[in-house]
C-alpha cells in the first residue's frame, strides 16, 4: 500500500514539474493565434501558410450558388486536410473559385485564411467568436 502511494505521490510531482518545465504552464492561445495570424501575408502560397500557422485541421472549397437572381461565391462544408490531396486537386484546377483554412486558437482567436484558384493568399478574415458574442475582452 505504501509502495503504490508513494507511486501515486511521484508520479504527481513528476507531472507537475513537466507541466512547468515543458513549457505548457505558460501556452497561451490567444497569444499563438494573433503570431499565427502575423505571420500570413497577402501572395503566400498554402503551404507556406500551412508552416507559417500550423497545418489547418480542414479546408473549406469556395463554391458558386444561386440565392434567386445572384451569383454568389461562398465556403462549402469543411473537408479533411492532407496535403498530398490538396496539392492533387490543386494541380488538376479542382478549386476554381479557391478556398479557405479555418483556424481556432481559442475562444478570442480565429481566422480564415483565403485562398485563389491558384492556392496563393488573398487575404485573412477574422471570424465570429465567443468573445465577440459575449463582448469579452481579449
Known sequence: MKMILGLIVVCAVGGVILYFVGGYGSFDPNKAGQDAKAKIAPGMTWKQVAAAAGSPRGYRSIIKRTRGDVEVLEPGPENPFDEAKMADRLAKNELEYGFTFPYVFSRAVAFDVYFDS?????????????????????
Open 118 to 138: 491558384a492556392g496563393n493568399v488573398e487575404h485573412v478574415a477574422d471570424r465570429v467568436t465567443e468573445a465577440d458574442l459575449f463582448q469579452m475582452n481579449r
